[in-house]
């Protein structure tokens, strides 16, 4: 199979030119602080827009325009690489992170809104380089949104044309000439969300800088905090349920946040992966809250508080911290570790597993016994009232299967390296879900620093391997790809 | 009246000999010379070879002074198209056939009368209201409804240890129909068809027609020994369009098992009908029917597009001990073979079809014509005026002829059966059966 290297290039170039616009957006906060590397920021910029320009410009010509879909695997791939790479250029040129596996992992973590942090001390950092941390999740975040809208689904990866019928003004067999509209809308809506996040958290108290980097990092499911200890920082529960409300938000399918906003409301509690990341949600909630209440010596209202804040946070793979949900009781640390494979919906910035290929796994299987009594029968999952292809359900089961068999043979290469077992399970799995503070050594009140490099670099796979829906990735490293013959 | 049928295939030259026989002035057209050749050799129309959806053609027909133009060629686009091209050039009433569903149930959200077209027909889903209707009562193998059921006739094999045996009708009439909610029309004995008169004495074997109100039906079929058949498991054959239509109607009542031969027709019918379970597997085969547990249904509907299939699944079914089995078949040459081979009963769609445009034609007016299958006889609905000769009149005055019967009489929107002394006024309508030769005996009746 040719790929067209020049369209994917003009592409790549391209991206790198926004990156480096983004940085700019940095150099206000600069001016405003004192503590700031806006020289690191703006070399940064430098650098990416020379590599970037000029990559576009030398690609700008070309005979053959056409990318087909196939190339896609590889531009979003390369893209989210890249990004990260000179992302991760602030970081290096300030000396805010002094060595580079520490630098990259800080980036593509933010590129891919897993919200992993190898910073013990975050606060010691320049405000600059801490809101383009922030910012990187909000970017990544956007891309997010044009990957599940446009890309996925033409892909046909693990199941992700599910969705795509209920994106606004999307049909399947007229995607290409709408992605664009489809994805401005979505856009404004995510742009919406944040700027509607930062002013309520302002009305909270919280001052302006703070707010604009939470709701930068809320609405990408990302989870860096600008604050040492995330947001048990704010002891405010009106911050912390703006918070949470707008996480949930940020883990549901922005076409139907799109359709509330239309006043759509039937469409929305007609979707059935809303009303089933609703109920598990609140059913969670419900069990954690309990959990809470009988072993810590906190409130009703506490208790309730930290559960919805805990579940919500790691469900919706955010990641933001108000309690260390590994310190109250077994069972609870147990579900926690659960929570990090559901994921929130598809269409949304959340990582992970994604609810509705748990449904559709859930549904096969109790189906399976039904084919078992009607071997002949056909009987397919249905979702939202329509038959699901069977090359859907065996998608979305390869999906599942792949992700865990990742999360097995990921562990295994951390313990390998001499990382303990509960951090170990913990690290791949909240990395592969993109979700953030993990367990044992990487849990909810510590950090990465304290992985060796190899587990960084291995964590940083796992984040894009994650973050691409596993099969974007992987199919690169198949001669499938490569060689049409095979 | 003018007509204009548009299509002569199986509905249209049905619908064009029912209408024929009513002395209706018709136009059919139809793009197939040898079609039109025919049809036009066996009943007094005329006919226009071309396509119906052209102006000249439509012109040559004299659309302009069409009271009605019925479309109903095999493709459901030429159907619209010329159903609104004919409303446009003056036609006063127009329907059309349809496959499509959709267009059936969106009637709120999209009026197709502003475009033109009065009525759809949809021959599958007309297939599978008969065959609702026929489960409800299924011990029935016939049913036809007056005035939405107000009155019906069902047909029904009458068991040897029923009362009613061997007894004359006035006898059993006294004994067993106190309320007199149902009355005896016809008796097919032996391929004959037999007008009852008081002394008709009922054999094993007979299968016999009344005709009854809504309560009568229990009643008479608790008489002829047939318990009502209760039915919850229901198999149909094939995954056609009539087979959609009717198990999407019966899903929410019944247990529908449906059997489809092709494996994405079966994925296509698993994803339309939520209620219903999809096999996958070719009905002839037996052992895979009695897999899905032939043995325990209470009705198997045969419904592949294949007429003999159907028919000889039907005898397999009755063979598992299945209560109620219907045949859908294309050919109309089969249809009274029902009962002499032992499916319950056969239905046509098209033939459904064009009986339920004709009934749509008369609806309002003086005449109702239906057949029954297999009965030499016509059913007539008469609208009572006041210079008409029955009006005012006792049924036992009058001097009916002896190969019709009156059946039932609808008024102010009730059923009743006429017995001797029930008095005829104006508005009410009467329902006739008759043989055809006192078609015209009886016509005089009612002028």
């Given amino acids: 199979m040719r790929i067209n290297w020049k369209v994917l290039f003009n592409i790549l170039g391209l991206l790198l030119v926004f990156n480096g616009g983004f940085m700019l957006l940095c150099l206000p906060v600069s001016l405003f602080y004192e503590h700031s590397a806006w020289g690191a920021v703006l070399s940064a910029a430098g650098v990416s827009f020379l590599v970037g320009g000029a990559t576009w410009l030398l690609t700008r010509r070309q005979e053959n325009k056409e990318l087909r879909s196939k190339d896609g695997y590889l531009v979003v791939t390369l893209g989210w690489l890249l990004m990260s790479f000179f992302g991760s250029l602030p970081y290096v040129f300030s000396g805010a992170i002094p060595t580079y596996p520490d630098a990259f992992f800080e980036a593509i973590s933010g590129y891919t809104t897993t919200g992993a942090t190898i910073l013990t001390d975050i606060e010691a950092l320049p405000k600059d380089i801490l809101f383009w941390r922030s910012l990187t999740q909000w970017i990544g975040g956007m891309g997010i949104i044009v990957l599940a809208v446009a890309i996925l689904p033409i892909l046909g990866i693990g199941g992700m044309q599910l969705f795509v019928a209920e994106a606004p003004g999307v049909t399947p067999d007229k995607l290409k000439p709408r992605i664009r509209d489809t994805a401005k809308r979505l856009w404004i809506i995510y742009i919406g969300l944040t700027l509607l996040e930062t002013v309520l958290l302002m009305f909270g108290g919280m001052d302006l800088y703070d707010a604009i980097n939470h709701g930068l990092t809320t609405m990408a499911t990302g989870g860096f905090s600008p604050k040492n200890a995330s947001i048990a920082f704010y002891d405010s529960a009106y911050l912390q349920y703006v918070m949470i409300i707008f996480m949930f938000l940020a883990g549901t399918s922005f076409s139907l946040t799109y359709f509330a906003y239309k006043g759509a409301f039937d469409k ?98 109790i189906l399976e016994m039904k084919r078992q009594v009607h071997p002949s029968a056909i009987i397919p999952v249905r979702m939202n009232g329509k038959a699901v292809t069977q090359d859907i359900t065996f998608n979305v089961l390869a999906f599942f299967i792949i992700y865990i068999t990742i999360f097995a043979t990921g562990s295994m290469l951390m313990a390998s390296i001499g990382v303990d077992f509960m951090t170990a399970i913990g690290a791949v799995a909240t990395s592969l879900g993109n979700i953030g503070p993990g367990l044992g050594t990487v849990g909810p009140v510590d950090n990465f620093a304290g992985i060796p490099d190899a587990g960084k670099w291995l964590l940083s796979f796992l984040m894009l391997l994650g973050r691409l829906e596993l099969f974007t990735v992987l199919i690169l490293l198949t001669p499938y790809f490569w060689n049409r013959n095979v | 009246m003018r007509i204009i049928i548009a299509g002569a295939g199986d509905v249209g030259k049905h619908l064009a000999k029912l209408l024929a026989y009513e002395n209706q002035d018709i136009v059919v057209i139809d793009l197939n010379q040898e079609r039109l050749r025919q049809l036009g050799s066996q009943l007094d129309v005329s006919t226009i070879r071309g396509n119906s959806t052209s102006f000249r053609v439509l012109r040559d027909a004299n659309v302009a002074d069409a009271d009605l133009l019925i479309a109903v060629t095999e493709s459901e686009e030429v159907n619209l198209a010329t159903a609104m091209i004919a409303k446009q050039l003056g036609a006063r009433r127009t329907v059309a056939r349809i496959s499509n569903e959709e267009y059936l149930m969106s009637k709120e959200t999209l009026d197709l009368r502003k475009i033109g077209i009065d009525e759809l027909i949809s021959p599958e889903s007309l297939a599978a209201r008969e065959i609702r209707r026929l489960l409800r009562i299924a011990a029935v193998t016939d049913t036809f409804e007056f005035d939405q059921g107000l009155l019906s006739l069902i047909g029904i094999t009458v068991d040897a ?161 299945v209560k109620k089995t219907i045949a859908l078949v294309e050919n109309i040459d089969y249809i009274h073979l029902s009962q002499n081979i032992g499916v319950d009963t056969m239905i046509n769609k098209k033939l459904i079809a064009a009986n339920f445009i004709f009934r749509y034609i008369r609806k309002g007016d003086v005449v109702s014509i239906t057949g029954i299958h297999g009965v030499e006889a016509e059913i007539l609905e008469y609208e009572v005026n006041n210079n008409c000769r029955i009006a005012h009149k006792q049924l036992k005055e009058l001097d009916f002829p002896k190969d019709a019967i009156i059946g039932g009489v609808v008024r102010h929107g009730k059923g009743e059966i006429a017995m001797g002394n029930f008095r005829f006024e104006p508005q009410d309508r009467v329902v006739v059966l008759s043989k055809k030769e006192s078609l015209s005996e009886v016509e005089k009746f009612f002028k």
């Fill in chain 2, 161 to 321: 240890n029923s009362p009613l045996m061997n007894h004359s009708l006035a006898e059993t009439s006294t004994r067993f129909n106190p309320k007199n909610n149902f009355v005896t029309v016809a008796i097919l004995r032996d391929g004959n068809t037999i007008i009852p008169r008081g002394d008709t004495q009922l054999r094993p074997n007979d299968h016999v027609y009344f005709i009854a109100q809504p309560d009568g039906i229990d009643w008479v079929l608790e008489l002829t020994g047939k318990k009502k058949i209760e039915i919850k498991n229901i198999m149909i054959l094939g995954g056609s369009k009539a087979a959609y239509h009717t198990a999407r109607k019966l899903s929410s009542n019944y247990n529908v098992k449906v059997i489809e031969r092709d494996r994405d027709k079966c994925f296509e019918l698993a994803d339309q009908l939520p209620k219903s379970l999809i096999i996958n597997g070719d009905g002839r085969d037996v052992d895979i029917l009695e897999e899905e547990g032939l043995g325990n249904m209470d009705a198997f509907l045969a419904l592949t597009g294949d007429s003999e299939t159907n028919i000889i699944s039907c005898l397999v079914a009755k063979d598992k001990g």
């Fill in chain 1, 268 to 365: 929305v509690w007609q979707n059935e992966e809303f009303r089933y990341y609703l109920f598990s949600v609140l059913i969670i909630i419900l069990i954690t809250t309990i959990g809470i209440y009988l072993v810590s010596d906190v409130g009703l209202e506490q208790s309730f508080r930290d559960a919805a804040f805990q579940v919500v946070s790691v469900i919706s793979t955010t990641g933001y911290i108000t309690a260390d949900y590994t310190s109250w009781a077994p069972l609870l640390t147990v579900i926690f570790f659960l929570l990090m494979f559901i994921g929130g919906s598809a269409g949304s910035t959340a990582g992970g597993v994604k609810i509705v290929r748990h449904v559709v796994l859930l549904k096969n299987s």
